[in-house]
């Protein structure tokens, strides 16, 4: 059964520029969260997808949004990047959201550098 | 809002020997689930081991297992038998109604050999 994969695995843009990652759940699992990773704040929750409706959104600006399509598969795209924003972005997909133990399983990730 | 704390930036321990790692949360809510997650150089984060809020036993996988203390909450992971393959960062992680997951700050565990 093939894992959460993340594309691109590494990238790197200027500022200003805008970037789109894209994830692909494990079969049959319909929730997918993106998470961002940063040496200075950590693990930080920037969305939550389940069936193509977002559910739980975290504290970051408008400039990052998300999307998931019919088949689960899910797009966060960040606008007018800066230098902040240069980070591990991680999905976790599950097999549904709501109250109990789903366990999320990570992809990879997306190394993004923004110079 | 909810909140990880894991207080311990860096531990080493030798291999084969004991380690535990310590995690405290904050939290007004009654049901929820804690977790840690292992994220080795490679960066993918793994499930080791997971808790429900409303079970007093302590879970346990293989080597890994947790102390769990609800009044106290505290939730402190223990690596037993130590091997090369555990060297890694390791995450506490809660989820509760908001069902985001809320991770500590992370611990570097080192193997000795």
């Known amino acids: 059964k093939a894992g959460v994969t993340q594309t691109p695995r590494y990238l790197i843009k200027t500022r200003g520029q805008q970037v789109t990652l894209s994830c692909s759940p494990i079969s049959g699992h319909r929730s997918v969260s993106w998470y961002q990773q940063t040496p200075g704040q950590g693990l930080q929750f920037l969305f939550e997808?389940?069936?193509?409706?977002?559910?739980n959104k975290g504290n970051f600006p408008g400039r990052f949004s998300g999307r998931q399509f019919s088949n689960s598969r899910s797009e966060m795209n960040v606008s007018t990047l800066e230098l902040g924003d240069s980070a591990l972005y991680l999905c976790?997909?599950?097999?549904?959201?709501?109250?109990?133990?789903?366990?999320?399983?990570f992809g990879a990730g997306s190394r993004l550098t923004v110079l | 809002a909810q909140t990880v704390t894991q207080s311990q930036p860096e531990m080493s321990v030798q291999e084969a020997e004991t380690v535990t790692l310590s995690c405290t949360y904050d939290?007004?809510?009654?049901?929820?689930?804690l977790f840690w997650y292992k994220q080795p150089p490679s960066r993918q984060m793994i499930l080791v081991i997971r808790?429900?809020?409303?079970?007093?036993q302590n879970a346990t996988e293989n080597r890994f297992s947790v102390n769990f203390q609800k009044a106290a909450k505290s939730f402190s992971l223990k690596i037993s038998d130590s091997q090369l393959g555990d060297a890694a960062m390791y995450f506490c992680a809660y989820r509760g109604g908001a069902q985001k997951l809320v991770f500590g700050q992370g611990t570097r565990l080192t193997i000795n050999p």
């Open positions: 939290t007004s809510e009654s049901d929820y689930y």
């Open positions: 976790a997909s599950s097999l549904t959201t709501g109250p109990g133990a789903n366990v999320l399983t």
């Open positions: 997808y389940f069936s193509e409706t977002q559910r």
């Open positions: 808790q429900e809020a409303y079970k007093q």
